[in-house]
């Protein structure tokens, strides 16, 4: 059995405990051991509560965020980068108290396109306020996964390459990259050949479809990915992201430009997609047997 994760969007965008109950619920009986909680507000939930019955059920859970420009820690203005630096440092501690290890998306920079490019300094600025981050991070046992995103996300860290280069410079054991197939997908010059690279410094993995929506209905070559995963020995996570107009979510909805729909039924949406990852390394399995 893989171990397979699922983004809480496919579920639902809310936080009330009704739609944090389903949502584990249907992560647990569709067979996912692990749980996504994307922008999940603590002044909104029960941490204690969550945590509870996140432990209960066995499952884990990972927290993702994408920095907003307030808090933009490759700013200019120190005033931004400390607000971004107090966004990351409670997140992380948000982690540690739903019972996580793993912090993940866009960390490095805010999530959203830009309207003018990185400068050296704005890139010195990133690295060194994530690296404190990730030292406060280490102590709570938690890591930092620096999601890798298309241009029109973030003007930083756009493949994995540059994300190692970051990571190199933070000089910190505890960062990683997140990786999304949806977002190498228009970025890498070779997917699989990215993710042998990145070997031994991936900390995090989304699987997405080129639209977003149903996995093998899109463009990717989930072949290849399958294959590298295997040869790498990925035994971590793989964790199923998927957006339609069914779900919307007032940032990341427009942050991602969620202008279609492309499932109503997010239980079939989520059973194919545990299927379609189980047999895809399933399968890359038996070829390199
Ligand atoms: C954004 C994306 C997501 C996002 C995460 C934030 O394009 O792919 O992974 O960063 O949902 O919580």
Same mark, same amino acid.
């Given at each position: 059995?893989?171990? @397979? ?10 936080? $009330? ?14 067979? &996912?051991?692990? @749980?996504?909680?994307? &922008? +999940?507000?603590?002044? %909104?939930? /029960? ?27 490759? $700013? *200019? ?9 107090? #966004?990351?440092? !409670? ?39 994530? $690296? ?15 999601? @890798?995103?298309? !241009? ?7 493949? *994995?390459? %540059?994300?190692?280069? &970051? ?9 990683? +990259? ?18 042998? =690279? ?12 080129? =639209? ?8 990717? /070559?989930?072949?290849? #990915? ?10 971590? &996570? ?12 007032? /940032? ?5 430009? #969620?202008? !279609? ?9 989520? !059973? =194919? ?17």
């Amino acid at each position: 059995m893989s171990k @397979i994760g699922v983004h809480s969007f496919v579920w639902s965008a809310g936080s $009330s405990r009704g739609e944090l109950e389903t949502a584990l619920d249907n992560t647990q009986r569709l067979g &996912y051991r692990l @749980i996504e909680f994307s &922008y +999940l507000d603590p002044a %909104q939930v /029960d941490v204690k509560w969550l945590a509870g019955r996140i432990r209960e059920r066995g499952l884990d859970v990972a927290i993702s965020m994408g920095l907003p420009p307030e808090g933009d820690i490759s $700013s *200019a203005d120190p005033a931004i980068v400390a607000h971004g630096v107090d #966004i990351l440092d !409670r997140a992380v501690a948000l982690v540690r108290d739903l019972g996580g290890t793993k912090l993940a998306g866009i960390l490095s920079s805010a999530h959203g396109k830009q309207e003018h490019s990185l400068s050296r300094k704005g890139w010195d600025t990133s690295v060194a306020a994530l $690296s404190k981050v990730a030292d406060r991070a280490r102590a709570a046992g938690v890591t930092l996964n620096l999601e @890798i995103v298309n !241009r029109f996300e973030s003007n930083m860290l756009n493949t *994995a390459a %540059q994300g190692m280069a &970051y990571i190199r410079d933070t000089g910190a054991s505890n960062v990683f +990259l997140h990786l999304d197939t949806f977002h190498m997908n228009i970025e890498e010059a070779d997917v699989g050949l990215a993710i042998r =690279h990145a070997a031994g410094k991936i900390g995090y993995l989304h699987v997405g479809e080129s =639209h977003r929506g149903y996995l093998g209905t899109g463009t990717i /070559d989930f072949p290849a #990915i399958f294959d590298a995963l295997v040869a790498i020995g990925w035994d971590d &996570y793989v964790t199923f992201e998927s957006f339609s107009t069914t779900i919307v979510d007032k /940032d990341l909805s427009l942050k991602t430009a #969620i202008w !279609r729909n492309l499932w109503d039924d997010n239980v079939a949406l989520a !059973r =194919h997609a545990h299927r379609f990852i189980e047999l895809g390394l399933e399968t890359a399995r038996l070829k390199q047997a």
